[in-house]
Nanobody, 126 residues
Framework: VQLQASGGGLVQAGGSLRLSCAPS????????KAWFRQAPGKEREFVAA????????VYADSVKGRFTISRDNAKDTVSLQMTSLKPEDTAVYYC????????????????????WGQGTQVTVSS
């Protein structure tokens, strides 16, 4: 399964963006999907994750209260609504998927995800 991320762009600090991720083929209801990001010179870091069947979510502390991950069952897409953006949110954002159920403590590790998108650039200017 290939994942296609879209929606990145340039925005001023305090602004909002919405990222979307669609699979090349239908994914099952037991999927776990997530967003990670990687800034230049830094390691890839976890942003948010969602269990497809229950809608349960997990967020990194750095985005809690500002970002919202959601899913659209009909379109089989996962979205990341980002508000109150800060310059430190600047990064390439990647969507990821695991064809199964991950425990909460595992949802934040990129090693647990099998499918990845190509990334979409988000740049927040000060």
């Amino acid at each position: 399964v290939q994942l296609q991320a879209s929606g990145g762009g340039l925005v001023q600090a305090g602004g909002s963006l919405r990222l979307s991720c669609a699979p090349s083929g239908r994914t099952s209801g037991t999927y776990t999907k997530a967003w990670f990001r990687q800034a230049p010179g830094k390691e890839r870091e976890f942003v948010a994750a969602i269990r497809w069947n229950s809608g349960s979510t997990v967020y990194a502390d750095s985005v809690k209260g500002r970002f919202t991950i959601s899913r659209d069952n009909a379109k089989d897409t996962v979205s990341l609504q980002m508000t109150s953006l800060k310059p430190e949110d600047t990064a390439v954002y990647y969507c990821a998927g695991y064809p199964g159920w991950l425990i909460y403590s595992s949802m934040g590790s990129s090693r647990n995800y099998d499918h990845w998108g190509q990334g979409t650039q988000v740049t927040v200017s000060s």
